[in-house]
């Protein structure tokens, strides 16, 4: 995500090193070369030029302090402007009613059903609600039995009426049925179409006055780029829907959609897709992704991910199995698969400050971990309890049923061994082990067995 626009602009930033201060001249060399990468990056033409205009001004009217080389200070004005056209700040949800009511809306392929799942999830884990699943797209075939997979996969109820193409009555019966048995949110998944027609936007038009929905949402595919925004710009006109979300930021896309967006349809972008994981979703937050834009990584972010896996319980008893020695196995192959839900390991590793353009022509592999995972289930469930035990004879057992070779296992047993071992030392505190620890674990990522 925005790999190339980081790269164009770091190299834009150069044209100022060396320079003892900011002139006209160099402003306007500078930006003329991010004007081209806001544009190969499909920035909105109008969007590209308006924000170098801004950023010329402001430049020209600083004054470098002599602690500030220009290329910093340009840094800063692109920063502080790319923050300020992605919206400043992040908005939520305002989700006041009993039930609050959410329509959800978009073209067929955006990810609108698989995202209406994420977002189910999302307010069910980190906010405590109890959502209610609507399916009112009774076009689309397999639509409702989507929505119903989806739903099965975060444990969400959903709502739907065969036979019933009335999209008002079926909505309208789902909000009666949420305010009986206590569902606090209702999210109202509608129909999309193949491209913006008048059937639809009359149906979902009628469908917004008949429920009166706290928060409309517009769903769309930022790998779509400009058409991205001209589609949100035909839907705002209708709708004038609260807020849009961007799915499949993680795929190949150049960005300029989350970068024309909200200045052509003036709404914020509210939540943005990662992935397809149900786990896969962020509030959109503009200055942290400007920082990624920039090359700054997105350190809130990753702890925050980390966070929503961490429990609290688990760690103190894992903690009480490190200080005694007794950290086996099965604990390790938790915390690997607290990692894998975090996300993408390229995405990850990309939060990072200065890691992003280091790996951007590497390929991390999601499967990564895939060959440790089968040596640890081959293993029996004495054996991953007790590591000890794992001798020669075991070992050969393991590396066959697991499809590995011998020095695979010991590889992965000596680095297990050094982990526990700088494990126990980090438990007591003692923050001149870290280092250590950290060392291990990255030795141990370089040292993956190779399948």
């Known amino acids: 995500m925005f790999e190339n626009l980081s790269e164009r602009l770091e190299r834009s930033f150069k044209i100022l090193k060396g320079e003892g201060k900011i002139t006209e001249i160099n402003v306007a060399e500078t930006l003329k070369d991010v004007r081209r990468a806001l544009l190969d990056a499909d920035v909105n033409y109008k969007v590209a030029k308006n924000f170098t205009d801004t950023v ?26 790319l923050t300020e056209l992605m919206g400043g700040k992040a908005v939520e949800l305002k989700l006041e009613e009993r039930p609050s009511i959410i329509l959800m809306s978009g073209l067929q392929g955006s990810g609108k059903t698989t995202f209406t799942g994420k977002l189910a999830n999302l307010l069910k884990t980190r906010q405590h609600k109890k959502p209610l699943l609507v399916a009112c797209d009774v076009y689309r075939p397999a639509a409702i039995e989507q929505l119903k997979v989806v739903g099965q996969t975060v444990g969400v109820d959903v709502y739907t009426e065969d036979g019933n193409k009335n999209v008002v009555e079926i909505a309208n019966n789902a909000i009666r049925k949420a305010k ?53 710009k035909e839907f705002n006109d209708r709708l004038d829907f609260d807020g849009v979300v961007l799915t499949k930021l993680d795929g190949d896309t150049r960005g300029g959609a989350a970068l024309s967006i909200r200045t052509v349809v003036t709404k914020p972008i509210m939540f943005v897709g990662t992935g397809e994981k149900m786990e896969a979703i962020d509030v959109f937050y503009p200055e942290r992704m400007a920082d990624r834009i920039l090359g700054m990584g997105d350190v809130v972010s990753l702890v925050e991910r980390a966070q929503m896996q961490f429990d609290e319980e688990e760690a103190k008893k894992l903690e009480k199995k490190i200080r005694k020695n007794k ?30 353009k280091a790996i951007k022509d590497v390929d991390i592999d999601d ?13 029996t469930p004495k054996e991953r309890a007790n590591p000890d035990i794992i001798n020669q004879s075991r070992r050969l057992r393991i590396a066959k049923g697991s499809g590995t070779k011998l020095e695979d296992v010991n590889r992965l047993m000596k680095q297990f061994d050094q982990i526990r071992k700088m494990m ?4 007591g505190m003692d923050r001149s082990k870290m280092a250590q620890m950290a060392a291990a674990m990255k030795n141990m990522k370089g040292g993956l067995p190779k399948m």
């Open 56 to 81: 010329k001004q402001k430049a020209l009217g600083m004054n470098v302090l002599t602690a500030i080389k220009p290329s910093q200070l340009m840094v800063k004005i692109v920063h502080d402007e």
């Open 180 to 232: 009986q048995e206590g569902y606090n949110v209702v999210i109202v998944d509608t129909a999309g179409r193949l491209a913006v027609d008048e059937q639809m936007m009359q149906e979902i038009e009628t469908l917004k006055k008949a429920i009166n929905p706290e928060e409309t949402l517009f769903v769309v595919d930022s790998m779509t780029g400009q058409d991205a925004v001209n589609t949100a």
């Open 327 to 356: 950290f086996d196995f099965d604990d390790f192959m938790g915390q690997i698969q607290q990692i894998k839900r975090m996300g993408n390991l390229k995405e990850l590793a990309g939060m990072l400050p200065g890691v992003g």
């Open 367 to 379: 499967n990564a971990f895939k060959s440790i995972e089968a040596i640890i289930s081959s293993m």
């Open 424 to 427: 126990k030392m980090v438990t």
